[in-house]
Nanobody, 123 residues
Framework: VQLQASGGGLVQAGGSLRLSCVAS????????MGWFRQAPGKEREFVAT????????NYDDSVRGRFTISRDNAKNTVYLQMNGLKPEDTAVYYC?????????????????WGKGTLVTVSS
């Protein structure tokens, strides 16, 4: 499966963005999906994950209550709605797909990665 993330950009603190990740080559419904991010000079970190059916979700504590992950398997797309953005949310955001884990929270659980999309939050 190939993944393409989009929707990043520059936003002021307190603003919102919605990231999209479109899958091609295989039905998205076969995969647990996740969003990760990597800030400059830092390691990649988990943001959110959603199970195959969309019924199970999990978030990192730093984004819980502000970000919402969702999926539309008919459109082969996963979304990350980001509200209340903070400067510390600035990072390249990556979507990932897992054949093995329904909602993994660590990078090794994921088999496929898309190219990232940059989110910059100004103060």
């Amino acid at each position: 499966v190939q993944l393409q993330a989009s929707g990043g950009g520059l936003v002021q603190a307190g603003g919102s963005l919605r990231l999209s990740c479109v899958a091609s080559g295989h039905p998205l419904s076969s995969y647990g999906m996740g969003w990760f991010r990597q800030a400059p000079g830092k390691e990649r970190e988990f943001v959110a994950t959603i199970a195959w059916s969309g019924t199970m979700k999990n978030y990192d504590d730093s984004v819980r209550g502000r970000f919402t992950i969702s999926r539309d398997n008919a459109k082969n797309t996963v979304y990350l709605q980001m509200n209340g953005l903070k400067p510390e949310d600035t990072a390249v955001y990556y979507c990932a797909a897992s054949e093995r884990s329904p909602y993994g929270t660590t990078s090794p659980n994921y088999d496929y990665w898309g190219k990232g999309t940059l989110v910059t939050v100004s103060s």
